[in-house]
């Protein structure tokens, strides 16, 4: 089971190898996972569901991981799932867990 945790709204970069490829308007949301049941929070797993606008064509970038810098200087490693913006990425959070 996942929980709204947060969502983000801005315009930022979009890095892919260390190099910005464009800039980017955004509009994510970060769901946690949860524990079935005693509903608490399972650390480090986590889905990222939204959509990025540009005026560029996206489509060479479907399936690669890039990393889309907020504008408060955060960080999100995503993949473009879509020609129109739309990313995902689920997984493990900034800090990863010693298990992978």
């Known amino acids: 089971m996942f929980k709204l945790v947060e969502e983000y709204a801005g315009v930022g970069d979009l890095d892919a190898d260390g190099e910005v490829i464009r800039r980017v308007r955004y509009r994510i949301a970060r ?3 949860m524990a079935e049941g ?3 929070p399972i650390p480090g797993l ?3 569901e939204g959509s990025i606008d540009t005026s560029s ?9 890039v990393t889309l810098r ?7 490693g995503i993949t473009i ?8 990425a689920k997984g493990h959070g900034p800090s990863r867990c010693l298990c992978c």
């Open 31 to 33: 769901y946690q996972g």
């Open 46 to 48: 986590h889905r990222i």
């Open 57 to 65: 064509d996206l489509g060479c970038l479907i399936g690669a991981p």
């Open 81 to 88: 799932a879509s020609p129109d913006g739309r990313v995902l």
């Open 38 to 40: 005693s509903g608490l």
């Open 70 to 76: 907020l504008e408060d200087g955060r960080a999100l």
